[in-house]
Nanobody, 122 residues
């Protein structure tokens, strides 16, 4: 069972940047889709971004142009670069892995991290 551990969250002012990292305990080469969800208090879980093994990326409309997802299979790590952060980006961010993008869109992930808090102050 692959374990996912997120890091890089914290408190930042609006307009600032953070880079989240997700380190896997084993190789992610065989995990087709890796991604990031977020959940804010009182709100539904949202798929922020996902990337396939072929480096095809997808983003929620709310973060397009501001966030960039990448994966380094050699380091078993997935990243989420977040720029121009807004207070509405405040949430717990979870790293996930799934055998298909379809499963990821349906929240049927095979692997979940414990989450990292991102707080954006106005």
């Amino acid at each position: 069972q692959v374990q996912l551990v997120e890091s890089g969250g914290g408190l930042v002012q609006a307009g600032g940047s953070l880079r989240l990292s997700c380190a896997a305990s084993e190789s992610i080469v065989s995990i087709y889709a890796m991604g990031w969800y977020r959940q804010a208090p009182g709100k539904q879980r949202e798929l922020v971004s996902a990337i396939t093994s072929g480096r095809i990326a997808d983003y929620a409309e709310s973060v397009k142009g501001r966030f960039t997802i990448s994966r380094d299979n050699a380091k078993n790590t997935v990243y989420l670069q977040m720029n121009s952060l807004k207070p509405e980006d405040t949430a717990v961010y979870y790293c996930v892995g799934a055998r298909s993008m379809g499963r990821m869109y349906l929240f049927l992930n095979d692997y979940w991290g414990q989450g990292t808090q991102v707080t954006v102050s106005s």
